[in-house]
T-cell receptor, first 114, second 114 residues
Framework: DGGITQSPKYLFRKEGQNVTLSCEQNLNHDAMYWYRQDPGQGLRLIYY???????QKGDIAEGYSVSREKKESFPLTVTSAQKNPTAFYLC?????????????FGEGSWLTVV | AQSVTQLGSHVSVSEGALVLLRCNYS??????LFWYVQYPNQGLQLLLKYTSAATLVKGINGFEAEFKKSETSFHLTKPSAHMSDAAEYFCAVTSDTGRRALTFGSGTRLQVQP
């Protein structure tokens, strides 16, 4: 089936540790996105990529890093510089750069600091 | 900059009653507007979107929304609530200028009472 796969579903991070969330899509979409969701705050954009080997910071990029080496993959690394990383992380993709295109979401990953 | 305001973080209706979830947007250019639904621990699913065609947009599960430029609103409605409609609903905006990623409201949690 076509879709967006995020892994792992649940992840625990120790203080000072970097962790990477995986996002893979087989929809042949050019654009990919990472959002963070906290209770009562909706979704906030971390990073987005309109094309392979290019990405832009969103509203809350500090403490996060991404890469886009392949069209189907857009991993997110939560670094030790992110002081409050506990949240629900959502990866998404869309077919192209037009803003009228639908953005499709994965099932999300929970990250908890222990 | 674009923004979305969702009035009411929690809305409760009786089964069979009208559902009205409010969304107001701010955008200096013609917007594209979206409504998404999220069930617990899951990603977001598109309900409907406005892309400058018809101002009354029909979506899945009996939902519809009307774009009113004069009121900068895009409220979501459903004539008769069903228990399965209980979820969190997000309004989002984007445009063809600047950042081509969705900006979300803070969400409205819909409860449906039997």
């Amino acid at each position: 089936d076509g879709g967006i796969t995020q892994s792992p579903k649940y992840l625990f991070r120790k203080e000072g540790q970097n962790v990477t969330l995986s996002c893979e899509q087989n929809l042949n979409h050019d654009a990919m996105y990472w959002y963070r969701q906290d209770p009562g705050q909706g979704l906030r954009l971390i990073y987005y990529s309109q094309i392979v080997n290019d990405f832009q910071k969103g509203d809350i990029a500090e403490g996060y890093s991404v890469s886009r080496e392949k069209k189907e993959s857009f991993p997110l690394t939560v670094t030790s510089a992110q002081k409050n990383p506990t949240a629900f992380y959502l990866c998404a993709s869309s077919i192209g750069a037009s803003s009228g295109n639908t953005i499709y979401f994965g099932e999300g990953s929970w990250l908890t600091v222990v | 900059a674009q923004s979305v305001t969702q009035l009411g973080s929690h809305v409760s209706v009786s089964e069979g009653a009208l559902v009205l979830l409010r969304c107001n947007y701010s955008s200096s250019v013609p917007p594209y507007l979206f409504w998404y639904v999220q069930y617990p621990n899951q990603g977001l699913q598109l309900l409907l979107k406005y892309t400058s065609a018809a101002t009354l947009v029909k979506g899945i599960n009996g939902f519809e929304a009307e774009f009113k430029k004069s009121e900068t609103s895009f409220h979501l409605t459903k004539p008769s609530a069903h228990m399965s409609d209980a979820a969190e609903y997000f309004c989002a905006v984007t445009s063809d200028t600047g950042r081509r990623a969705l900006t979300f409201g803070s969400g409205t949690r819909l409860q449906v009472q039997p």
